[in-house]
């Protein structure tokens, strides 16, 4: 028709298209017209104008989508643009224009793929558009989509394909230039439905294994590459693979990802597919492939075919519920398809950066990305149109379209939807995108869509499902919540039970979810690979009663139950209320030959699910049934099929008994058993403590909230008051709520109402139990941390109660950690010496820098810093009008310490020496200038190992020693030009003090500083250093405040009033001076008049602080007190305070003049201390023993455990510097005979049984690691380097294909640990493949591991290289590696078997062992060990930790009657309980009673005038034999401290009985006393009674002794009164 079309008013009757010219031209092919007159004057106007609207709307795209539908073909462009001139020459006769019946048009023509998502946006948009408009749309495939708009015949497409690169270059060379405008994100997840029977588990499939199933290559699932991946999969069904039959972009995208992913093994290549078109699926030649054409059809067929394998779209999984295919992406993560995978993807994109809107994104895609939670088959959505719209008539539509697509509203129908939302990296590029569409002149998209301004604050709804447990309550607390909100809210609460909740919040459908049962590892796991970390937050507690009726008569006390009675009637072993164990534990039991009706439950419930887990762990082998929420009972037994029918069963039937929910005190209409928890305690239910079970719990160590709580449970917790069925019911929500809205703040708040005193009292009046409060507190730290949306505030939802008003004086101050302690005593002692004043003094912990932020802003009146206030900062303030005192407030020192075994005397140094030291030029001791000052080195050719501190920490000493070498040594300022880093490179840095100290103390030649005080904990002395005067002086024979008295001589002392920017103490001249002083100040306002009284206590603080007696306090806290003349000065300074009118600090202190102890004051006793050190195995279950020993001791007494690892210990012990030690290995024969020499005698007392673990971080290895002694040999001795190793894969075939470096971690310093692993290897693995020895390790003893693996400092330092170095292995503690999440191996043991590390396999080690027979303690312990015991479970790494002290404590005195009764005390009952919380084994029975013939041996101090025994350290109850009996090894009955136990245990017991009889002695005397009393008043009113004549009494009141006179009735009543 090119050229020979007419105008639409003029003659058609020679235009024919039939057989017409054209290469590819129909010949019978006709046009249908429209024929109307020009002037429609016969007609009314109206009636005109509607022919022309009529005309107008089917020349538009909208209309001529429509003819295809009936067969139909639209018009080409040209006749398009014909018609409308055509139009435009019909007459208008009326005002009005078109669009009185004609919306603005537009159509959208799009990818079938997201047909019902797509359909929804549009028609959202023709709703929300300020123009009414009409948007049809109009689905089709992603190819014709965009020819569609290249041809002009749609306004706007819609496909998951950008355009190909050929097509982009030839819309360019046509001038037009393409827009492509990302809408939404996309999937393709891979689906199975193999039976649950035959694979519970999540299904993994490497790429290239998925390649050659859809191959064909691999038809049955039982191949080994895929039962490998797969433990456990059992399925004998072939594998039926669907794909569609017909062109998709779904293969384009799958034959994309395979392409990429297994390129090795994919060989169908890439296209859409479809018969005969790449890749061609063999479903017509193979009977393992079903081919259908939808996306429908294609889940049909997954869902109706077991054993299928299938790809779908995302919006479909979540459609069918289908079991999804793991698949390991491009970083090696296995995961499922989710929205958050989905974004992961684009994140990846978008970090590498976005293309801009009008470049070619043909190459750009998110297949296969490389992060590491990305999903492999994810893409985009776009909207593909033109950036010049100025020719369109639909331009506004189109802009305001995609204007619209990048809203808030659109992306939140996109997530319901089921598609995924864009992040905001792609609504910034589509940002950028739309600002270069040009449009006509009189157009704006603002006329289609402007984003709207956000609604006024309306609160929020917030969604949770779970458990319908805490039904009766969740309504009230809802309810109160909703009222008490100051903005709107509901709180929308489904009870679907816990399976169908946690499904809901697993799918991200609610905001939280309640259970009684946290979440497993394995779903905690899928979370976090979604970018969700899971919170466990317990809210309340519940419990599980036994219930049961009796006649009246039978039975006059409550039933008495223990777990094994209970078992046994539950599961029909004892069937009769007459039988011998229930009559003998219930006596008053009128024994009747009546059946016991067992009343059960036979719906899943939580409370079958808690009764039965507890009789599993507390009656042990007698419960046969298992645990779960429905259990196989016996036939015999009752049935209910509800809580409601469970109760009215067990109160409608005589001789019943049944468990039910705890319902509260009152909750129930029947009688309550007692039952015997592990205290040993009978207790009921409704007089027990539920609370005690979580805060038992609690204080032995609950994980943090977003940590797993997999194995947490509270049944049979410890405690005498403890009912033992308890459990708690938690709220699970995600950390990070950011993208919640409104929401998250609603649910914070809600949470934190949860946790308020109203809502748990609330708690225990609807039969709940109330969290204990220390948790709520612990709860309510973890709630405020979670992540809102910014300007999102909780407040509007709820507010805390504000707590009660303090009505005494409070002043806040801040102080640095190292004076932290210091200050505590100082306060503590300043409130107690004012016992008539309400003083608080609240003391903030912060670094120096905060503290002096704090004081800045006056947030507080007064901070202790070891830094003056810098000159700029000082003059800020005076200059604001708030002027600063300094005062120095006590002194420390710097020096060095050093480990150099071969130096006989002390080291000596000058400045020059440190700086070449640092520097890195010298570096042996026997250097010239060392040798200068110390002959001795001359022949010590060891390399010096300097020490750092690490970049920022420990600011101050660093400083100060940086600051000494700068003015003392020439050759520092000379050599180096940075003194802020004047060491070379690959030097060790360590954080803290502490941790330096640790490192020399075992570093042999090694060299560091720390402060004064860290070196007098550690007993490091400090080297002999030559001062300013060039004198050599020694710490500890010049009073440390030379310094501080060379200053006050050389008067550089500032008024306090002055700044004291720029003193220094370092390097002062004077022959006593230490060359490393400085002062630790105060600071404080001058005018302290605002706050009143405050001012007041803070001027008599400090006064009370420069007291002779708190100076001298410090010297214990590692600072050294002022010169007296200094402390005279201070006093000064605080007179220049200004106190509000009528304020006076003498109220609080008055300065003595003569009495050195304030207002008589007494100081803090300082106690006993035992000093201990060694064993980092045992820290974590050390740390709860030293705390409960402390807390129960009538005396005040501190167990300071060192943790420096078994050797220092031990070498510690030798040196006589500590009472005991605890070592995981015995003493070696030549220690134990050092020991001899001085005359002393060692007992060694185990005191736990503990393990080593073989942890390992094997990134994308899901499977048990097994290794044998051979293979574990070679890898620490770094014969075996790589992953991939044969002798492992022979163990571990799915390592094959791990071609990675094992990074083998070790113990740097001397540890138990070391000579486990050592020991056990030098056993069991052959002679050829350990060379190393045996031993602790560290840097002196065996053995002496390759310089390719990683030293890490105690166990803990251990933990956190293996968490953070992927491929490394290494060995330590099992409490700390299962702290820390680790991953452990198996291992094999003696007889050969691969055994997983549990409690159990560590008891059989000593079960065997104990059978074998323990040494006495006395004796030489070097050749025993529980490392690789024989035994079919024996764990081979199982060792004792031992507790090694003199069998003659004489010489210690209170310390040794102190340690005597810490070795009581760990053996207890009380101390053993807590061991298996942390990771530790209970000590055998066995083993006490060995242990308490060795302590009987002990010999300690009875003549200490403070102390007469160790029954002034202990005051538990149990004894050493409490422990049960777990082993069936001969007992040895318990002598020695079982006889010290009950020795004061009878002394407690006859204390008591002494004082229930003085007691009754004084009720008994009162008594009688009364009675006279009464007798006589009695007597005395009656005569009054009797008599007529008036009393005269004596008047008391009067001065003159006056009488008077008193009626006879009125004398009775006087007497009486």
């Not at 990818?111 to 300020?130: C, G, V």
């Not at 539950?570 to 039988?579: A, H, K, M, S």
Request: proline letters at 6%; aromatic letters at 10%; glycine letters at 6%.
């Amino acid at each position: 028709l090119e050229g020979i079309i007419p105008d639409g008013y003029q003659d058609w009757a020679h235009v024919s298209i039939t057989d017409a010219n054209g290469l590819f031209s129909w010949p019978m092919t006709f046009m249908i017209y429209n024929i109307a007159d020009e002037d429609n004057s016969c007609v009314s106007p109206t009636q005109q104008l509607a022919i022309k609207a009529f005309l107008s709307y089917i020349n538009q795209n909208l209309a001529q989508a429509t003819p295809s539908r009936f067969f139909l073909t639209s018009p080409p462009p040209l006749l398009k643009v014909i018609n409308s001139d055509s139009v435009d020459f019909i007459t208008n006769p009326t005002p009005y224009s078109l669009s009185y019946f004609l919306r603005e048009q537009m159509l959208v023509t799009g990818t079938t793929r997201a047909t019902s998502m797509l359909k929804s946006i549009t028609e959202l948009f023709e709703t929300t558009s300020h123009t009414p408009i009409s948007v049809e749309y109009l689905e089709t495939t992603a190819e014709k989509a965009v020819n569609d708009r290249v041809l002009g015949t749609s306004e706007l497409t819609i496909t998951d394909e950008p355009l190909e690169t050929f097509e982009f270059q030839e819309l360019l060379r046509n001038n037009l230039q393409p827009l492509h405008f990302p809408i939404a994100l996309d999937g393709l997840a891979l689906v199975h439905n193999i039976p649950e029977s035959d694979f519970a588990g999540d299904l993994r499939l490497t790429p290239s294994l998925i390649a050659r199933i859809f191959e064909g290559l691999l038809d049955v699932w039982t191949v080994t590459e895929i039962l490998s991946l797969n433990p456990g999969l059992s399925s004998n069904k072939q594998i039926s693979v669907v794909v569609p039959c017909v062109s998709s972009t779904e293969t384009l995208l799958f034959s994309q990802y395979l392409a990429s992913a297994a390129a090795g093994s994919w060989r169908l290549g890439v296209g859409r597919g479809g018969i005969g078109q790449t890749p061609e699926f063999p479903f017509l030649t193979s009977s393992n492939f079903i081919c259908s054409v939808g996306e429908d059809d294609i889940a049909t067929e997954i869902q109706r075919t077991e054993g299928s394998l299938g790809f779908v779209r995302y919006d479909t999984t979540r459609k069918y519920f289908f079991r999804q295919v793991h698949v390991q992406n491009a970083y090696g993560t296995w995961l499922p398809i989710s929205a958050e995978a989905i974004q992961a993807a684009s994140a990846d994109l978008a970090l590498h950066g976005l293309p801009d809107g009008s470049s070619d994104w043909a190459g750009t895609n998110l297949i296969n990305r490389g992060s590491r939670f990305s999903w492999p088959i994810s893409s985009i959505i776009y909207a593909i149109s033109f950036i010049d719209l100025r020719q369109n008539k639909a331009a506004g539509p189109i802009a305001g379209f995609l204007k619209f697509a990048n809203s808030e509203t659109l992306q939140t129908r996109v997530d319901a939807e089921n598609f995924v939302r864009l992040r905001d990296d792609f609504i910034i590029v589509n940002e950028d995108t739309f600002d270069q569409i040009e449009l006509p002149a009189n157009v704006t998209s603002d006329s289609y869509y402007s984003v709207p301004l956000p609604p006024p604050f309306d609160g929020a709804s917030i969604y949770g499902s779970g458990s319908v447990y805490p039904d009766r309550l969740f309504g009230t607390w809802n309810y109160a919540f909703e009222s008490q909100s100051f903005a709107k809210v509901i709180v929308d609460y489904e009870q679907k039970g816990s399976a169908a909740g946690k499904q809901e919040y697993m799918d991200n459908l609610s905001n939280f979810y309640c259970t009684e049962y946290p979440l497993t590892v394995a779903e905690r796991t899928s979370l976090i690979i979604q970018d969700r970390l899971p919170m466990h937050i317990p809210a309340i507690m519940g419990g599980v009663a036994i219930g049961y009726t009796l006649p009246a008569g039978t039975l006059s006390d409550p039933l008495k139950l223990t777990a094994s009675i209970a078992a046994k009637i539950f599961q029909g072993d004892i069937t009769r209320w007459n039988d011998a164990e229930l009559v003998e534990l219930n006596p008053s039991l009128v024994a009747r030959n009546v059946a016991i009706t067992v009343v059960v439950r036979s719906d899943a419930s939580t409370s079958t699910d808690m009764f039965t887990r507890y009789l599993d762990e507390a009656a042990g082998a007698v419960w046969r049934l298992g645990t779960g929420r429905t259990i196989n009972w016996p036939v015999n037994d009752t049935i209910a099929d509800s809580e409601n029918s469970m109760s009215r069963i067990i109160k409608a039937t005589d001789y019943s008994i049944g468990y039910v929910d705890y319902r509260g005190p009152r909750g129930f209409d029947f009688l309550t058993a007692e039952l015997q928890n592990k205290a040993g305690v009978f207790v009921s239910i409704t007089e027990a403590d539920i609370e005690s079970a979580a805060d038992v719990a609690f204080r032995r160590g609950l994980p943090s909230p977003a940590d797993s709580w997999e194995n947490i449970e509270i049944l049979d917790e410890a405690g005498a008051e403890t009912w033992p069925i308890s459990f708690m019911m938690y709220y699970i929500v995600d950390y990070n709520q950011t993208h919640r809205a409104e929401e998250a703040a609603a649910l914070v708040g809600y949470l934190r109402y949860a946790m308020s005193d109203a809502a748990q009292s609330r708690a225990i009046l609807d039969g709940y139990e109330r969290i204990p409060k220390i948790l709520a507190e612990s709860n309510e730290a973890s709630i405020d941390s979670i992540l809102l949306p910014q300007d999102q505030e909780p407040l509007y939802y709820y507010q805390p109660p504000f707590p009660e008003p303090y009505y005494g004086i409070e002043v806040r101050g801040t102080t640095s950690p190292t004076l932290n302690d210091l200050w505590n005593v100082w306060s503590n002692t300043f409130i107690a010496q004012v016992p008539d004043a309400d003083i608080r003094i609240e003391l903030e912990v912060e670094p120096s820098t905060l503290s002096v932020e704090s004081f800045m802003q006056r947030s507080v009146r007064f901070a202790m810093t070891e830094q003056p206030l810098p000159q700029n900062l000082w003059d800020r303030q005076k200059n604001a009008g708030y002027p600063v005192l300094t005062l120095p407030t006590g002194l420390f020192a710097v020096g060095i310490i050093y480990n150099i075994p071969e130096l006989d005397g002390d080291l000596n140094v000058n400045a020059d020496i440190l700086a070449r030291i640092q520097a890195g030029s010298i570096l042996r001791w026997q250097h010239e200038l060392l040798v200068d000052l110390n002959p001795t080195l001359a022949t010590l050719s060891e390399t010096v190992k300097l020490v750092t501190y690490a970049n920022g920490v420990e600011h101050n000493i660093h400083s100060l020693y940086i600051e000494y070498l700068s003015k003392a040594s020439p050759y520092f300022n000379a050599a180096l030009q940075n003194p802020n880093t004047p060491w070379p490179a690959n030097v060790p840095q360590v954080e803290t003090a502490d941790d330096m100290a640790t490192y020399v103390a075992n570093t042999p030649y090694s060299f560091g500083y720390v402060d004064l005080g860290t070196a007098n904990r550690f007993a490091r002395k400090f080297a002999r250093m030559i001062n300013a005067e060039g004198i050599l002086v020694e710490m500890g024979k010049i009073p440390v405040n030379s310094a501080a008295e060379q200053a006050v001589a050389d008067d550089i002392i500032p008024l306090g009033e002055e700044s004291w920017h720029g003193l220094s103490l370092v390097n002062l001249k004077g022959p006593n001076t230490w060359p490393i002083t400085s002062f630790a100040y105060t600071l404080v306002y001058q005018d302290l008049s605002d706050i009143r009284n405050g001012g007041a206590v803070i001027q008599a603080l400090l006064r009370f602080v420069m007291n002779e007696n708190a100076q001298e306090r410090s010297i214990g806290e590692g600072l050294e007190p002022l010169p007296k003349l200094l402390t005279s000065y201070n006093l000064d300074t605080l007179n220049l305070i200004t106190l509000a009118a009528g304020a006076d600090s003498e109220l609080y202190y008055k300065v003595p003049l003569e009495d050195p102890v304030p207002n008589g004051a007494v100081w803090p006793r300082a106690g006993v201390t035992v000093e201990a050190s060694g064993s980092s195995f045992v820290k974590n279950i050390m740390d709860i023993w030293t705390a409960g020993f402390s807390s129960q001791s009538p005396t005040e007494v501190y167990i300071n455990y060192d943790v420096i690892g078994s050797g220092g210990g031990v070498k510690e012990y030798i040196d006589d510097q500590v009472q005991f030690c605890i070592s995981d290995a015995p003493l070696t024969t030549e220690q134990r005979n050092e020991v001899v020499d001085k005359a002393r005698v060692p007992l060694h007392i185990p005191i736990v049984m503990g393990a080593v673990a073989i942890s390992h971080n094997i990134p994308g290895y899901f499977h048990e690691l097994q290794l044998t002694a051979s293979v574990l040999a070679r890898i620490f001795s770094g014969v075996i380097t790589r992953w991939n190793d044969p002798a492992i894969n022979s163990l571990n075939p799915q390592l094959a294909s791990f071609n990675k470096d094992i990074v083998v971690v070790r113990r740097a310093d001397a540890s138990g640990s070391t000579y486990v692993l050592s020991d056990y290897l030098s056993q069991a693995a052959p002679t050829s493949q350990w060379r190393l020895g045996k031993g602790v390790g560290g840097p002196e003893h065996a053995p002496e591991f390759p310089l390719s693996t990683i030293g890490a400092y105690k166990d803990q330092g251990v933990a956190d290289v293996i968490k953070n170095t992927p491929y490394s292995i290494g060995y330590l503690e099992y409490g700390t590696a299962r702290l820390n999440g680790l991953q452990d191996a198996l291992i094999e043991n003696q007889n050969g078997e691969m055994v997983a590390l549990d409690e159990a396999s560590v008891e059989d080690a000593a079960t065997e062992a104990i059978h074998t027979g323990l040494p006495r303690s006395r004796d030489n312990w070097a050749a025993f060990t529980l490392v690789n015991r024989p035994g079919e479970l024996t764990w081979p790494l199982s060792t004792f930790s031992y507790m090694i002290f003199d069998e003659n404590l004489i010489p210690h005195r209170t310390a040794g009657i102190a340690t005597e009764a810490f070795a009581i005390y760990v053996l207890t009952q009380v101390a053993q309980s807590k061991v298996s919380s942390v990771g530790y084994e209970q000590l055998l029975r066995d083993v006490i009673a060995k242990n308490a013939e060795g302590i009987s041996q002990i010999r300690s101090d009875r003549n200490d005038p403070e102390v007469s025994g160790v029954e002034d350290f202990l005051s538990i109850e149990g004894s050493v034999g409490d422990t049960p009996d777990t082993t069936t090894a001969p007992s040895v009955a318990p002598t020695g401290p079982a006889t010290i136990i009950e020795y004061i245990q009878n002394k407690q017991n006859r204390g008591l009985v002494a004082g229930v009889v003085i007691f009754m002695l004084l009720f008994v005397i009162v008594l009688i006393v009364a009675c006279i009393l009464c007798c006589r008043i009695r007597r005395i009113t009656k005569k009054f009674k009797r008599t007529q004549s008036p009393v005269v009494v004596k008047d008391d009141t009067k001065q003159d002794d006056s009488e008077i006179e008193l009626e006879p009735s009125e004398a009775a009543v006087a007497v009486n009164d």
